[in-house]
């Protein structure tokens, strides 16, 4: 009978409690750890049975290790109990520190319950403190924060009898012990998963990071990934060879720039206005001989981590091409195929962005002018039709006049009866009063209308007429100033917007470029001449440009009148 009074049990005892818990500290997985509670109550402790019922994520208990009885072992391993029927057996029966007693007088009421058990039949206790087979001794265990871990059951000890206090402390600081070497167990388990999917992610990140280089790396089109944010915003931190290529220069080089360093200066606005974050542009970049090149830019925004630093992922693309294709497109609509010349409808629309609807000032004398230039108003216009719509300025209001360059401005508050409209802050385009040149400078629009060309085209065929055609274009377009206009409206007819001019200026240009024209034009060995008739029209706001143009041609077919036949003929 074991008594605190026999020392030499509790030394056996502690020597054995000393063993199987310095065997729990050698178990590496949960699953070993478990086992070698069980075997170790079973080998130290003097019980016949054991088993760890171990709670699960859901608060669940499962019988995880159980030791003593291969069979019970087979039967039982593995099923649940619900936390509820455990809590129920941990609050019944006798507290003996911080075990938990049910004698097999009070048991009965458990047999129905849903928690795993394993009986064995035997006679019924010969004195109070025998073991009844029916019996429950268990061991709660408890985290360190005070959270139930499972709970030891132990059955049928070898010495038949209930535990004494020395064997049920034995038992409690084994549970104890146990619950510290769970607690590890699980701990160096969620470890090992945690570096096992670490190890996984590292891998993936180096296959993705793998994949992202030789996609960067090896990308038909070029790629970058520039600075984002900070004084070195925008700076190239790496290239691939096809821009390296595409531009010309080396990776080494190019980490010296950004892409404002390298655009187009008609196009750094686009590159400004474009968003960094899911950007994209078409606009010049420059090559290392100096010339440039159209590509597409998109952008997208990459973090390096979850709060490090950004970077800008560009993609370039070669448009060089299909730029060129649609630029030559939009050549072939707006020009003249056959001198190169803007056609009737660009030289249209480039007269009609110079015009409002508004005129700046009105001057009788130009109306008079065209009245009495053609005895009259021409058919099909009344009065008021010349392009003004009679408006007296108000007292106040300057007119444009000598000293005012041609040019006047609308401010708020607009024409009298007229709302603010998108003209209020419009650069007015107004006319000399008269042909005297009075200092008003203004858009000069000269109406040729080549003189014998269809004798020409007549006798020799249309493909002399058309050598003819593009010699007097360029006669014209190196006749005139950059920035000024030659447009060939159709047939032998074209046109010259100058801006800028006065009334003798104007003149003198439609001289210089009649004297252009007459020298004659060899054509496959045969020497032509043709002359040429100018009208002096000016563009004002208030007039459109079919307007404009009307006027204009009327003035040439007035100047053609005044020259006898003999003077206008040539060839």
């Known amino acids: 009978m074991e008594t605190e009074s026999e020392p030499y049990v509790r030394l056996a005892t502690l020597r054995q409690l000393h063993q199987v818990v310095a065997e729990l500290n050698t178990a590496r997985s949960l699953a070993d750890t478990l086992q070698t509670v069980v075997d170790g109550i079973?080998?130290?402790?003097?019980?016949?049975?054991?088993?760890?019922?171990?709670?699960?994520?859901?608060?669940?208990?499962?019988?995880?290790?159980?030791?003593?009885?291969?069979?019970?072992?087979?039967?039982?391993?593995?099923?649940?109990?619900?936390?509820?029927?455990?809590?129920?057996?941990?609050?019944?029966?006798?507290?003996?520190?911080?075990?938990?007693?049910?004698p097999h007088t009070e048991g009965w009421v458990l047999l129905e319950d849903d928690v795993p058990q394993w009986h064995t039949d035997g006679p019924d206790p010969r004195f109070e403190d025998e073991w009844h087979p029916e019996d429950r001794l268990y061991a709660p265990m408890y985290a360190t924060g005070g959270e139930l871990l499972g709970v030891i059951s132990v059955d049928r000890p070898r010495n038949g009898r209930r535990p004494g206090a020395w064997g049920r402390e034995a038992l409690q600081m084994y549970a104890f012990q146990a619950a510290i070497a769970i607690s590890n167990a699980r701990l160096r388990a969620n470890m090992q998963r945690a570096l096992v999917r670490l190890e996984r992610e590292q891998q993936a990140l180096r296959a993705s990071e793998e994949s992202f280089r030789q996609a960067f790396e090896y990308a038909p089109s070029g790629m970058a990934i520039a600075e984002m944010g900070g004084d070195q915003h925008g700076r190239l931190l790496r290239t691939n060879d096809a821009l390296c290529r595409l531009l010309g220069r080396p990776a080494s080089v190019l980490?010296?720039?950004?892409?404002?360093?390298?655009?187009?200066?008609?196009?750094?606005?686009?590159?400004?206005?474009?968003?960094?974050?899911?950007?994209?542009?078409?606009?010049?970049?420059?090559r290392r001989d100096g010339t440039y090149v159209w590509v597409s830019l998109r952008n997208s925004?990459?973090?390096?981590?979850?709060?490090?630093?950004?970077?800008?992922?560009?993609?370039?693309?070669?448009?060089?091409?299909?730029?060129?294709?649609?630029?030559?497109?939009?050549?072939?609509?707006?020009?003249?195929?056959?001198?190169?010349?803007?056609?009737?409808?660009?030289?249209?629309?480039?007269?009609?962005?110079?015009?409002?609807?508004?005129?700046?000032?009105?001057?009788?004398?130009?109306?008079?002018?065209?009245?009495a230039a053609f005895e009259g108003r021409p058919e099909g216009v009344g009065p008021g039709e010349h392009g003004y719509?009679?408006?007296?300025?108000?007292?106040?209001?300057?007119?444009?006049?000598?000293?005012?360059?041609?040019?006047?401005?609308?401010?708020?508050?607009?024409?009298?009866?007229?709302?603010?409209?998108?003209?209020?802050?419009?650069?007015?385009?107004?006319?000399?009063?008269?042909?005297?040149?009075?200092?008003?400078?203004?858009?000069?629009?000269?109406?040729?209308?080549?003189?014998?060309?269809?004798?020409?085209?007549?006798?020799?065929?249309?493909?002399?007429?058309?050598?003819?055609?593009?010699?007097?274009?360029?006669?014209?377009?190196?006749?005139?100033?950059?920035?000024?206009?030659?447009?060939?409206?159709?047939?032998?007819?074209?046109?010259?917007l100058a801006d800028g001019l006065g009334a003798a200026d104007a003149a003198d240009l439609a001289v210089r470029l009649r004297n252009a024209i007459i020298p004659p034009i060899r054509v496959d060995g045969r020497?032509?001449?043709?002359?040429?008739?100018?009208?002096?029209?000016?563009?004002?706001?208030?007039?459109?440009?079919?307007?404009?143009?009307?006027?204009?041609?009327?003035?040439?077919?007035?100047?053609?009148?005044?020259?006898?036949?003999?003077?206008?003929r040539a060839g």
């Open 301 to 371: 925004v990459v973090a390096d981590a979850a709060d490090g630093p950004r970077f800008l992922l560009t993609h370039v693309e070669d448009i060089e091409e299909r730029k060129r294709h649609e630029l030559q497109l939009a050549h072939r609509a707006s020009h003249d195929s056959l001198t190169g010349l803007p056609n009737s409808a660009e030289l249209r629309a480039r007269l009609g962005a110079r015009l409002c609807r508004r005129p700046q000032s009105v001057r009788a004398g130009a109306v008079e002018a065209l009245d």
């Open 255 to 286: 980490r010296r720039y950004s892409f404002s360093d390298l655009v187009h200066p008609e196009d750094i606005g686009t590159l400004l206005r474009t968003s960094a974050e899911g950007g994209r542009a078409e606009l010049r970049l420059g």
């Open 527 to 568: 020497a032509v001449r043709v002359g040429a008739s100018f009208g002096i029209g000016w563009a004002s706001c208030g007039m459109s440009a079919d307007e404009v143009l009307r006027s204009a041609d009327q003035r040439m077919y007035i100047e053609k009148r005044s020259r006898s036949k003999a003077h206008r």
């Open 389 to 496: 719509d009679g408006y007296t300025a108000p007292a106040g209001a300057a007119a444009a006049g000598p000293g005012h360059g041609g040019e006047g401005f609308d401010f708020p508050g607009g024409f009298p009866g007229q709302p603010e409209g998108p003209y209020d802050h419009h650069v007015h385009t107004v006319a000399p009063a008269s042909d005297i040149d009075d200092g008003t400078k203004g858009l000069a629009v000269l109406f040729c209308d080549l003189d014998g060309f269809k004798s020409i085209n007549d006798r020799f065929g249309h493909h002399t007429g058309d050598a003819v055609l593009i010699e007097v274009a360029r006669r014209l377009t190196t006749g005139v100033r950059d920035g000024d206009t030659v447009a060939r409206l159709g047939g032998d007819e074209f046109v010259v």
């Open 42 to 102: 079973v080998r130290g402790l003097g019980y016949e049975l054991a088993c760890v019922n171990l709670v699960r994520p859901d608060g669940d208990l499962v019988v995880a290790a159980f030791a003593g009885d291969p069979a019970a072992e087979a039967l039982i391993t593995g099923r649940v109990g619900s936390r509820a029927a455990w809590e129920r057996r941990l609050t019944m029966g006798e507290e003996w520190d911080g075990l938990r007693f049910i």
